[in-house]
């Protein structure tokens, strides 16, 4: 019995192993990206829900942007704060904002789909940059870098979304290290010529990409996902691009409870379920043999069967996987949360088996 164990345990660790160098290393060992600036005019989209003090922060960081020819187009989804205020206020105050007031409709009463996709009909420039409320850019080239990546077949762009750094706190670092590991996956898919997702954080397309799928028409009645099942659905190995030159970043706040992060995850599992069934395969091939390294290792290691071997695997497996990983998080700045893998990674693991399964008996809360 245990030697069939140990031939399904180096079977998964394989797996791991191709995974990593296979397909991650295509991120973590890319040359750093270079930034050509280009002038192309774009509409920045934000899509606001009661984030009156979010808002008046952040605003002002994208109109003061180093950009020649962009507009910011604001859309106040029914907000029931001073949201509609502030937006109102900034308007007056900049020249190239664009205010889209949202009503609730009941075919779409709380759909961020619907508002994002008046706030897209509205937008005067052919290309769009999607952030969201409670993000910030890192710089005032974030529209440079971000728009640097759209040639004339490249029309379809994935940025880099991270969240604050909190000291002291090991929620934050579990929180940035699954960012990290999220981003480490969609980055490296795409660059081999198959993007499944990206996140509204820091996302950008042609406007044009949008209407060739009929907007989120196909999948409006899942309440989330307006970034990465549109992605999903629209991206393909010739109109994708990624950035993730630092300039291209943007950060958010991150959650500081874990119950908080918990259910923003859960909503996050739940839509992927809608994914394409190769990507679902894809994902949950990586995730399952994860889970798998952990419980047939401890396992093997339990009964003492084949310890050397078992050891030589386990450290393999970790070896690769922190290099990856480190030169990823450092690629994205985050290189402090390498220090705490694998810790990080196991709480992770067990964290989205949690998730799994809570997800079997009750439905995730959706865009507020």
């Known amino acids: 019995m245990l030697i069939q164990i140990l031939y399904f345990f180096i079977i998964v660790v394989a797996i791991q192993l191709l995974y990593y160098l296979g397909v991650f290393g295509k991120f973590a060992f890319a040359k750093a990206q270079k930034i050509t600036p280009k002038r192309i005019p774009i509409s920045v989209i934000v899509c606001a829900k009661n984030e009156e003090e979010n808002v008046k922060k952040f605003i002002p960081l994208l109109a003061e942007q180093d950009y020649p020819d962009f507009e910011i187009v604001l859309i106040d989804d029914a907000s029931s704060d001073n949201t509609l205020e502030v937006f109102e206020a900034f308007e007056k105050q900049y020249t190239n904002i664009r205010l889209v007031k949202v009503v609730n409709n009941e075919a779409f009463w709380g759909n961020k789909k619907y508002a994002l996709t008046l706030g897209i009909k509205a937008a005067k420039k052919e290309y769009l940059l999607f952030t969201d409320a409670d993000c910030y850019p890192t710089s005032k080239n974030w529209i440079t870098a971000m728009s640097s990546q759209f040639t004339l077949h490249k029309t379809i762009v994935l940025g880099y979304g991270g969240y604050e750094k909190i000291a002291n ?7 940035r290290f699954e960012t990290v590991l999220t981003a480490v996956q969609y980055f490296s898919w795409a660059k081999l010529n198959h993007p499944y997702m990206g996140v509204g954080r820091n996302l950008a397309y042609k406007k044009e990409e949008f209407f060739n799928v009929n907007g989120f028409i196909n999948h409006i009645q899942v309440r989330s996902g307006d970034d990465d099942l549109f992605i999903n659905e629209a991206a393909h190995s010739k109109n994708t691009s990624v950035v993730y030159a630092p300039e291209s970043f943007t950060y958010s706040k991150p959650k500081t409870k874990y119950k908080d992060w918990f259910n923003q995850k859960r909503r996050h599992v739940a839509t992927a379920k809608h994914y ?22 401890t396992l093997l290691l339990a009964f003492q069967f084949q310890w050397i071997l078992v050891l030589s695997l386990v450290g393999t497996r970790y070896l690769c996987s922190w290099v990856v990983i480190g030169f990823s998080a450092g690629k994205l700045k985050e290189k402090d949360i390498k220090y705490w893998f694998p810790i990080v990674e196991l709480v992770l693991i067990f964290t989205q088996i949690n998730i799994f399964i809570t997800n079997l008996f009750s439905k995730p809360v959706n865009w507020k």
């Open 169 to 175: 706190s090991f929620l934050n670092k579990l929180i």
């Open 276 to 297: 394409k069934k190769t990507d679902q395969f894809l994902l949950g091939l990586f995730y399952s043999s994860q889970l798998l390294f952990v419980i047939l290792a």
